[in-house]
Each structure stands twice: as structure tokens, then as C-alpha cells.
């Protein structure tokens, strides 16, 4: 988060001083095919694949702003049709779902889709994470007509067959 944070002050910094327009986008808790491999998507289809235990932290008590990778590519689409204006030239969009899910309900998504439990370890939270994420997107809404619309319902399917026809699980 804090290197998150300092890349968008040096990006207002050049708006400022030099006003080169800056758009800066934050993603929250993307999921879908193409996901990074060491991200809990990947992690746990891949353990529940291979009968290996799953770990969730602070005990499951965790709720992310789960947002499918197709509603970040129509986010980041509008974002470059519109760049920053105003004094100076800088804009930074909240790109999520809007809601946050149990992480244990994600869980549950990704059993169902893959038709196996899985075996989870319980584990404390981790030293600076956070138990809950959400996405304040009224901003983003009102300057870019963004509408995120891929419940976990529908994505974690796509997410999981993906899976399965790219790792053969």
C-alpha cells in the first residue's frame, strides 16, 4: 500500500510541475485467466487440484473487493478515452467490484466450480494485511460510466475452467 500510495504522489508530482496528464488506476483483488500464479486464485485451485491444504489467514475472517479481470479491461478502456484534465492534469480511478465477498464464500466458489473440497489450514493474520478491501467506485462511475458486472457467482466458473483447460487439473 505505502508504495502504491508514494507512486501516485511522484505521478501528481509530474502533473504538477510539468503537466503531463496522469490517469493512475488502483485494481482491487483481481481474479481471472492469466492471473498472477502466485496469488490465492491460482493457489488454491491449484491445491484443491491436487488434494494439498489451502491457507487462509485471520482465520477466514477476510472479505475482499473480488474483481473479474474482464470488468478491469473495461475499466482501463474508458480510463484511456478520457485523460486527466484540470490544474493539475492528474485523476486516479478506483477499478473494483463495489462490494466486498467472505473470502470463505470465494473458497466455497472455487470448491463448487472445481467439484472438490478443499482442505484448509487456519492460520492468523498476516503483518500488514487487512481484513477487509472495498472499492469506493462513485468516482470512477460518475467520471467514466464504469459498471462493473461479474459477480463471484459468474467469475469464479470462468476463472476455474480456464484453469482446468490451461494446467489440466
Known sequence: AATKRADELISYTYAHLYGIRQTGLRFFTVYGPWGRPDMAPILFATAISKGEPIRVFNNGDMARDFT????????????????????????????????????????????????????????PMQPGDVPVTYADIDATQAALGYEPRTPISEGVPKFVAWYKSHYGA
Open 68 to 123: 473479474y479481470v474482464d470488468d478491469i479491461v473495461d475499466g482501463v478502456i474508458r480510463a484511456l478515452d478520457r485523460p486527466a484534465t484540470g490544474t493539475p492534469p492528474h485523476v486516479v480511478y478506483n477499478l473494483g467490484n463495489h462490494r466486498s465477498e467472505r473470502l470463505m464464500d470465494f473458497i466455497a466458489a472455487i470448491e463448487a466450480a472445481m467439484g472438490r473440497k478443499a482442505e484448509i489450514n487456519f492460520e
